[in-house]
């Protein structure tokens, strides 16, 4: 059974700094693309960031730009999101999800709320 | 960036009823379109990848048509289940966008 559990979420303050994780678990991590989408209270689905198999190419939505960064562990079967510099505007529900033709698969997704 | 417009913002219909969901994009994402089901307190449910697939485990009176720039996902007679908010995505370039959506609510 394919699984995606997102965790770090929580509470930072304005300009911090927070590391989301999603554990794989039930497929061969390391043959898919995987996402973060993410969605703000109340709002719709937003991409935010995705990333190739190997690693090798990453690609951001202009609003997170040298702010996010997406990596992934092959080896433990875990994709990362590197969040810096927050803003109250990068509050949402932070999804993980594999890329098969559309996003097949999303964690249950963790909060992030960005507050002073 | 691709804008994906979505309509009807709310869908206010029946159980049993026919459902159509249009989506249209700002230029052409040939069958690159996918459609996701997010009911509330839930994470999003693909429904339709490459514009007419259905995912597995997804209903056959889930459909959905359409290429270029027009989509259309149908849902044949709505259950109980069916009333939800509706999105669909692309995935022929970056930033892979969403529309904003489109409700189904109970008329």
């Known amino acids: 059974e394919v699984q995606l559990v997102e965790s770090g979420g929580g509470l930072v303050q304005p300009g911090g700094s927070l590391t989301l994780s999603c554990a794989a678990s039930?497929?061969?991590?390391?043959?898919?693309?995987m996402s973060w989408v993410r969605q703000a209270p109340g709002k719709g689905l937003e991409w935010v960031a995705n990333?190739?198999?190997?690693?090798?190419?990453?690609y951001y939505v202009d609003s997170v730009k040298g702010r996010f960064t997406i990596s992934r562990d092959n080896a433990e079967n875990s994709l990362f999101l590197q969040m810096n510099s927050l803003r109250v505007e990068d509050t949402a529900v932070y999804y993980c999800?594999?890329?098969?033709?559309?996003?097949?698969?999303w964690g249950q997704g963790t909060l992030v709320t960005v507050s002073s | 960036e691709i804008v994906l417009t979505q309509s009807p913002a709310t869908l206010s219909l029946s159980p049993g009823e026919r459902a159509t969901l249009s989506c249209r994009a700002s230029q052409s994402v040939t069958t690159y379109l996918a459609w996701y089901q997010q009911r509330p307190g839930q994470a999003p449910r693909l429904l339709i990848y490459?514009?007419?697939n259905r995912a597995t485990g997804i209903p056959a009176r889930f459909s959905g048509s359409g290429s270029g720039t027009d989509f259309t996902l149908t849902i044949s007679s709505l259950e109980p289940e069916d009333f939800a908010v509706y999105y669909c995505?692309?995935?022929?370039?970056?930033?892979?966008?969403f529309g904003q959506g489109t409700k189904v609510e109970v008329k």
């Open positions: 490459d514009a007419s």
């Open positions: 039930g497929f061969t991590f390391s043959k898919f693309w």
């Open positions: 990333i190739k198999e190997d690693g090798s190419a990453k």
């Open positions: 995505q692309h995935r022929i370039n970056w930033p892979q966008t």
């Open positions: 999800a594999r890329d098969e033709g559309g996003k097949d698969y």
